[in-house]
C-alpha cells in the first residue's frame, strides 16, 4: 500500500496555506479535494477582507491568528504582488444602542493590544465618506481588501513546485488508525475505491470537516464538533460611481455575524452583505426578494440608496459551530491525541476571519506536524 507523510483533506485556504507552509520541510505529501480545483467553497464565496481582529475576545483562537494573520497575509501581498488595499473600515453608530456597541468594540480592540483603533465623530464620518450618514464611528485604519483567489494560486503554484501531490474530484470515504499509520480510503472520479497510508491526517475540510472528524471515529455531537450551515448573501450595487465609496462600511456586528456591510472590491465595485440565515442544505442561490431587507439594513447609514440600485451578486455558506441563539464559539485547531488519534489535526469551524487568520492557523499546525514528522 502507498504510503505518504502527511495527507491534508481540503484544499481551501486553510488546506492550501497549510500545505504551503510545510512544503518547505521536504516530506512527501498528498492534499485530497473532493471539488474539481482549489478554493471552491467557502474560500471564494466570502467579502475578501483582511480583517484587524477588533471584535474577537482577547484570549481566543480567532483573536490572536486574526491579529498575526493579518501581518502575514499583507507582508506576502507585498512581496508577491498579490493585489490588495489597505482601505481602512469604519464601524458606524446610528444609534444610541449602536453606540454603546462602538464603545464594546473600541474597549475589547484595547484589551487584544490593537491601539491603531480611534472614535471619529458625524462631522469626520463626511470628510471620509460623504455619503455615509452616522452619529459616531470607530475607524479601523489596518482593515483592507485582498485577492483571495490570488493568493489561494500562490499557496496552490508554491507547494505543487515544492512536490506537493494535490488530488481533485476525490471524496475520503474512511480514515483509520492502524498501527503507525492512517488508512485513508477515497472515491476516485469513476467511484473507484483508493487506500493508502500516511503518518499524519489534516482535516481543513471546512464544510465538511465533521464528516472527516466522524469518519476517524470522533463523536461530533459529544465533542461539539458539529457543522451549522449558515447562508450569507451578497447584493451588488448597480451604480457604484454614484456613491464613491473607498471604506470598507460595517454596522456594529450581532452575537452571530457582522451585519450586512458596504465592501468595495478591487475592481472599484461595491458589493452589500452578507446576510444571515442558518440553513439545512447547501445552495448557492439569492432570493431577490431580499433586496428590500438588504436596502433596509444599509439606508440607515447610506440614506441614498434606493431599491433599483440593488442587484443580486453571489452567496456562500459559512461553516458555524455555532448554534442559532448560542454565544462565542472559538476555532478548533486541535492534535486529537487525547481521542487516541495522534497526527490526526482537525480544523473544525473555520468561517469569519478565517481567511484573514489561514497563515497563522497554518503555523500552528505546522508546529504540531513536527512532533510525527522529522
Known amino acids: 500500500?502507498?504510503?505518504?507523510?502527511?495527507?491534508?483533506?481540503?484544499?481551501?485556504?486553510?488546506?492550501?496555506?497549510?500545505?504551503?507552509?510545510?512544503?518547505?520541510?521536504?516530506?512527501?505529501?498528498t492534499v485530497i479535494e473532493r471539488n474539481p480545483s482549489f478554493g471552491q467553497e467557502t474560500s471564494s464565496r466570502n467579502s475578501e477582507v483582511i480583517h484587524a481582529g477588533i471584535y474577537y475576545p482577547k484570549t481566543s483562537l480567532k483573536c490572536k491568528t486574526c491579529i498575526r494573520g493579518k501581518e502575514l497575509l499583507y507582508e506576502l501581498c507585498s512581496k508577491h504582488g498579490i493585489p490588495h488595499k489597505k482601505t481602512g473600515k469604519l464601524v458606524v453608530g446610528t444609534g444610541n444602542g449602536e453606540l454603546a456597541r462602538l464603545n464594546d468594540i473600541y474597549n475589547n480592540a484595547i484589551g487584544c493590544g490593537i491601539k491603531k483603533l480611534t472614535f471619529i465623530d458625524k462631522k469626520d464620518i463626511k470628510k471620509l465618506e460623504p455619503g455615509v450618514t452616522a452619529e459616531a464611528a470607530l475607524f479601523s485604519p489596518d482593515t483592507g481588501i485582498f485577492d483571495s483567489h490570488g493568493i489561494m494560486n500562490?499557496?496552490?503554484?508554491?507547494?505543487?513546485?515544492?512536490?506537493v501531490n494535490f488530488t481533485f474530484s476525490v471524496e475520503v470515504k474512511g480514515v483509520e488508525k492502524k498501527g503507525l499509520y492512517y488508512v485513508i480510503t477515497v472515491a476516485e472520479p469513476n467511484r473507484d475505491l483508493f487506500s493508502f497510508q500516511t503518518k499524519v491526517v489534516i482535516n481543513c475540510a471546512g464544510l465538511f470537516s465533521d464528516f472527516i472528524a466522524e469518519r476517524a471515529g470522533i463523536d461530533i455531537y459529544r465533542n461539539s464538533y458539529k457543522i451549522n450551515y449558515c447562508k450569507g448573501q451578497y447584493f451588488r450595487i448597480r451604480n457604484p460611481g454614484k456613491f464613491s465609496i473607498n471604506h470598507l462600511v460595517y454596522p456594529p456586528p450581532t452575537p452571530i455575524d457582522l451585519g450586512i456591510h458596504i465592501t468595495p472590491d478591487l475592481?472599484?465595485?461595491?458589493?452589500?452583505?452578507?446576510?444571515?440565515?442558518?440553513?439545512?442544505?447547501?445552495?448557492?442561490?439569492?432570493?431577490?426578494?431580499?433586496?428590500?431587507?438588504?436596502?433596509?439594513?444599509?439606508?440607515?447609514?447610506?440614506?441614498?440608496?434606493?431599491?433599483?440600485?440593488?442587484?443580486?451578486d453571489t452567496a456562500g455558506i459559512r461553516p458555524k459551530l455555532q448554534k442559532a441563539g448560542e454565544d462565542f464559539v472559538d476555532f478548533v485547531v486541535i492534535d486529537e491525541k487525547e481521542k487516541g488519534l495522534p497526527g490526526f489535526i482537525n480544523t473544525i469551524g473555520i468561517e469569519s476571519p478565517g481567511l484573514t487568520s489561514s497563515l497563522a492557523i497554518a503555523e500552528i499546525i505546522r508546529d504540531m506536524v513536527k512532533g510525527y514528522v522529522k
Open 1 to 29: 500500500m502507498e504510503k505518504v507523510d502527511i495527507t491534508v483533506i481540503g484544499a481551501g485556504v486553510i488546506g492550501l496555506a497549510v500545505s504551503y507552509l510545510l512544503s518547505d520541510h521536504k516530506k512527501e505529501i
Open 267 to 312: 475592481r472599484g465595485g461595491l458589493r452589500l452583505g452578507p446576510d444571515m440565515a442558518y440553513v439545512e442544505h447547501i445552495n448557492y442561490d439569492v432570493c431577490e426578494k431580499d433586496k428590500t431587507r438588504f436596502l433596509d439594513a444599509v439606508q440607515k447609514f447610506l440614506p441614498n440608496l434606493g431599491l433599483n440600485d440593488i442587484i443580486p
Open 154 to 163: 500562490l499557496f496552490f503554484q508554491s507547494a505543487r513546485r515544492k512536490n
